[in-house]
C-alpha cells in the first residue's frame, strides 16, 4: 500500500476475522491486515488520521451469540441482574465467562441480548488498543445487512399468509475472499456462516416457524439500521459496555455525572456544616444549663463550698433535710401526702416547690384559670394536713397562688 497524502478520514473500514486478526480496507482497495499495513507505514499522518476516524469495527457474527429472553422486573436494576441466570441454561459457558449486552428490552419484558465470550472481547481490544483504535465500537457484522423490508415481502406473497417470516441476506460474490453468508433475521437478530451452514439454518426454521422469504440485500459498512437520519446508527448494537467501554464513553459518562456529583457534595457539605452547628448550639445549651444548675445549687445549699457530684450531693442535702425536720417529717413526706390530690385537679399548674427548712414548710406555687379551683385543692389539703392559701394574682382568665403546707 502507498502513502497517500490525500487520503479520505472516511474512506477506512476495519474488521475482525474468524481467527482474530484485525483487517483494514482503505478506498477501493482489499482488504489488508493491519499489523502488515501499520509496520510498513508507521509514520504515515494520513493513515494515523483514518484511524483516528474510524468509528466501528465489525466483529464476526460467529463469535457473538444474539438471543431472546423473557425477564420480568419493573426496575432496570433487578431485571438485568437477573438476565444472565435466566439464559444459563440456553449457554454451552458458565455466565461469570461471559459478557451480556442488552440490545433491546420491549414494553412486554422481551430482551434482545448479545453474548459474547469475556477472553474474546479482552483479545480484540487489546488489538484496538495496539493499533491506535481504542475508540471505537465493535459490532457484529451481520447488522451491515439492513432489515428486510415487509412490506415489499407482503406485496409479493399472499396476504392471506401471516405466517410468513422475511430474512435479509448478503450472499458473498463468487470473487470474494470471504465466502460467508450475513443474514439479518430482525431488527436484534441474525447469524452469519457459511453456504452451506446458511441452507441449513433456513431448511430448519422453515420446520420450526413457517415459511421464511429470504432477500437478497447488501452489506453496509457505515450503516446498522434503516434509519440514515440517526448520527450514531451503531450505538445500540455496540458490543462495548461495562467494563469493556472504549475511553470516549467513559469521559462521556464522567461529564453525564459531573454536575450531580457536585451537587451531591454540595448537599453533603451543607448537611455536615448544619450538623456542626447544631452540636455546638447543643453543647452550648448543655453548658448554660449547667451554669444556671450549680448556681440554683449554690443558693439553696450555701453551707456547701466545693461541689464535686451536683446530682448526689443535692440528693444527700435533701436526706438530711428530711433527717433534721421535726418527726421525720420533710418536704419528701409532704410532697407524697399532696401528690394523689393534685393528680384529682388536671387543671391546676404547679409552677415550683419551695423548701422552708426553718418554718418547716412546703412552698407550692400554683396556677388555674379560676381561684375556685385553688380554693377546692386547699381544702382537700387541709382536711390531712396543715395548709394556707395565698392567692397572688387574679384576672379573668388565670388565677396564681402559694400553698403553704405545714410539716408540723
Known amino acids: 500500500m502507498e502513502k497517500q497524502s490525500n487520503l479520505q478520514l472516511d474512506a477506512m473500514q476495519c474488521k475482525f476475522d474468524l481467527a482474530g486478526k484485525l483487517w483494514l480496507k482503505l478506498n477501493q482497495a482489499e482488504w489488508q491486515e493491519a499489523a502488515f499495513v501499520l509496520q510498513a507505514h508507521s509514520n504515515d499522518i494520513a493513515l494515523k488520521k483514518a484511524l483516528s476516524n474510524v468509528s466501528v469495527v465489525w466483529v464476526p457474527t460467529e463469535h457473538v451469540t444474539l438471543m431472546e429472553q423473557f425477564v420480568p422486573g419493573k426496575r432496570k436494576q433487578d431485571w438485568l441482574a437477573a438476565l444472565p441466570y435466566s439464559l444459563e441454561e440456553s449457554l454451552a459457558e458458565p455466565v461469570e465467562s461471559l459478557h451480556f449486552v442488552v440490545l433491546n428490552r420491549d414494553e412486554g419484558g422481551l430482551v434482545s441480548v448479545a453474548i459474547v465470550s469475556k477472553n474474546r472481547m479482552q483479545q480484540w481490544i487489546t488489538q484496538l488498543q495496539v493499533m491506535g483504535l481504542a475508540h471505537v465500537q465493535l459490532v457484529a457484522d451481520c447488522f451491515q445487512v439492513p432489515v428486510a423490508d415487509k412490506t415489499n415481502q407482503q406485496s409479493t406473497e399472499d396476504p392471506s399468509d401471516s405466517s410468513s417470516i422475511a430474512w435479509s441476506v448478503a450472499l458473498p460474490k463468487p ?10 433475521t430482525g431488527d436484534y437478530s441474525g447469524f452469519a456462516g457459511s453456504m452451506e451452514w446458511y441452507q441449513q439454518i433456513l431448511e430448519l426454521q422453515t420446520q420450526l416457524q413457517g415459511t421464511i422469504e429470504p432477500q437478497e440485500a447488501e452489506a453496509r459498512l457505515t450503516q446498522c439500521e434503516r434509519s440514515v437520519s440517526s448520527r450514531n446508527p451503531c450505538q445500540k448494537f455496540n458490543l462495548r459496555t461495562g467494563i469493556y467501554q472504549a475511553r470516549s464513553q467513559q469521559a462521556g459518562l464522567l461529564s453525564l455525572w459531573l454536575w450531580p456529583s457536585i451537587l451531591l457534595g454540595l448537599v453533603a457539605v451543607v448537611y ?25 445549687f449554690k443558693q439553696r445549699f450555701p453551707e456547701i463550698k466545693r461541689i464535686i457530684n451536683i446530682q448526689t450531693q443535692a440528693k444527700t442535702a435533701f436526706q438530711q433535710g428530711a433527717q433534721n425536720t421535726e418527726a ?77 403546707v405545714d410539716a408540723k
Open 272 to 296: 455536615l456544616l448544619t450538623l456542626s452547628f447544631q452540636t455546638q448550639q447543643a453543647q452550648a445549651q448543655t453548658q448554660a444549663y449547667q451554669t444556671q444548675t450549680e448556681a440554683l
Open 328 to 404: 421525720g417529717i420533710g418536704p419528701s413526706f409532704l410532697i407524697n401526702q399532696v401528690e394523689p390530690i393534685f393528680k384529682k385537679y388536671p387543671i391546676i399548674q404547679i409552677k415550683r416547690l419551695d423548701w422552708k427548712a426553718s418554718s418547716g414548710q412546703l412552698a407550692i406555687t400554683l396556677q388555674a384559670k379560676q381561684v375556685s379551683a385553688l380554693q377546692n385543692i386547699t381544702k382537700e389539703i387541709q382536711a390531712s394536713q396543715s395548709a394556707e392559701l395565698k392567692v397572688k394574682n387574679v384576672s379573668q382568665s388565670l388565677a396564681e397562688g402559694v400553698l403553704y
Open 175 to 184: 470473487n470474494q475472499q470471504d465466502q460467508r453468508c450475513l443474514v439479518r
